[in-house]
């Protein structure tokens, strides 16, 4: 190897890229083969032998001029393959050839969105993305009433649901005082009672969720009883089932009571952009912020969220000055200042991926993928239901089923996905509902086809017993 590494960028950057690209295609070609399936064969003690024989000593004290391949090679083989029809447990999508080569020139390219001289373009562009996805959510409704005259809808940038729940919860705490309290149903992302903890707020109330939707009735029973503030959080495609909670009367029963209104879409928000399934997000445009996550049905890879607020004063609360990235005199003579777009400093464009993949697709063609994973999972849900060996949960509401085999128990289902798991067949994901243990299918896969649906299922059925 070379004394002096190669750059990604510069003048060097694209004679050194094209070889390496070369070398981590074939590696991951390489990788898939030696791997045979959605997920690698032998269980967490044999996959760890593997990674650990490829990379031997990580720190060596001379270099290894084959170790892209090498590492590369081996990361494919021991991954899961989310592009895998049989690999349908979480939300955990693959990502679009065309947002990943965008990725790709975040790395060469290295901005940093903590300052505008880091990032000239990439500020801009961020700027028009999240202003797009503001009023996707928002539409032309105006910013609440002690907003100033004509504000409009803003968002930001985030790493996922997690990092924007944990905003929503801050921008409630410094709006409301640290007394405000969470409310969410039992069926909210575990996320949100975390970020209550994390910022020091009450102890969240949790109502019910009967049938895995949050129940307005007993809502509106604990808002009655208890001191406000109060803040609410909805769920729009919840992680175990996909279940929207009915917004529209939640949304009535904040305005109601005066609480603050949390929706958490990161999983069904993907249905804004679809013709078909878009009403069922009526009511979405109420809240006071909404979560959206695009490396679930946006096909972006990891990580790709976003926080749309109604009330930009909100984010007035995240302005921060540092003299050597915001200094008055540079905001004053007209620096963009980046800070108060986000709680980190050192920042990613992820916005890129983001931003290629709209403008390639458009709403058409996003719009397309997202129906086609969900009547996906409507035509998985219709091969259980009609199978006798197996019990379906409920129709799916987006891309989830939740299925079982018939009268087995809890340990027989968990034992069934175990099985296939160390076995590399199939990557399954598990939900606890009304007491019960089910099988989790989760469809993000456009390319999955009824043949492998029927497979998966077959999979099931020659695992469990009896």
């Not at 170790?67 to 592009?83: E, G, K, N, Q």
């Not at 996003?366 to 219709?382: H, K, M, P, S």
Request: net charge negative; glycine share 10%; aromatic share 2%.
């Amino acid at each position: 190897m070379s004394t002096s590494p190669s750059l990604a960028s510069g003048p060097e950057g694209p004679h050194a890229l094209r070889p390496l690209l070369d070398t981590v295609v074939g590696a991951l070609s390489e990788g898939a083969r030696a791997r045979g399936g959605p997920l690698p064969a032998g269980g967490p003690d044999a996959v760890a032998a593997r990674m650990r024989e490829a990379a031997g000593d990580v720190l060596p004290a001379d270099g290894d001029p084959d170790a892209l391949h090498t590492l590369v090679r081996a990361l494919a083989a021991t991954a899961a393959d989310p592009a895998d029809p049989l690999c349908a447990a979480h939300l955990h999508c693959p990502p679009l050839a065309v947002a990943t080569a965008a990725d790709l020139a975040v790395c060469v390219l290295n901005p940093s969105l903590d300052s505008w001289d880091q990032a000239p373009g990439a500020s801009e562009l961020e700027g028009l993305v999240t202003e797009a996805f503001a009023l996707e959510v928002y539409g032309t409704r105006t910013a609440a009433p002690a907003s100033p005259a004509g504000a409009t809808p803003a968002a930001l940038i985030t790493t996922g649901g997690t990092e924007s729940n944990q905003l929503a919860l801050l921008l409630a705490r410094e709006a409301h005082g640290a007394g405000v309290r969470l409310v969410h149903g039992a069926n909210a992302h575990h996320s949100l009672p975390r970020a209550a903890w994390l910022l020091g707020l009450p102890e969240p109330v949790v109502v019910p969720a009967p049938a895995g939707a949050l129940d307005p009735a007993a809502l509106d029973e604990a808002l009655t009883e208890l001191p406000g503030p109060h803040l609410v959080a909805a769920t729009a495609g919840t992680t175990d089932a996909g279940i929207i909670d009915p917004l529209p009367e939640i949304a009535a029963l904040c305005e109601a009571h005066r609480a603050r209104l949390h929706i958490d879409a990161a999983y069904g928000g993907g249905l804004l952009l679809s013709g078909r399934y878009r009403e069922r997000l009526t009511g979405l445009d109420a809240a006071d912020t909404v979560t959206l996550d695009l490396h679930k049905l946006g096909w972006q890879p990891v990580a790709a969220g976003l926080l749309a607020v109604r009330d930009p004063s909100d984010l007035a609360v995240l302005h921060h000055h540092a003299e050597y990235l915001n200094a008055d005199d540079d905001t004053e003579a007209g620096l963009p200042d980046l800070l108060g777009r986000s709680l980190r400093t050192s920042r990613r464009p992820d916005v890129l991926k983001i931003a290629v993949t709209l403008k390639t697709l458009g709403r058409t063609g996003l719009g397309l993928l997202v129906e086609q994973v969900c009547d996906t999972a409507r035509e998985f849900a219709a091969l259980v239901h009609d199978h006798p060996g197996f019990e379906l949960y409920d129709r799916p509401t987006l891309s989830t089923v939740l299925f079982r085999p018939a009268h087995a128990a809890d340990d027989t289902v968990a034992a069934v996905r175990r099985r296939l798991l160390t076995d590399g067949r199939a990557v399954l994901g598990r939900a606890r509902i009304d007491g019960r243990l089910w099988l989790k299918v989760t469809l993000l896969n456009p390319r999955t086809r009824p043949d492998d649906l029927a497979a998966l299922l077959k999979l099931v059925e020659g695992n469990t017993p009896g």
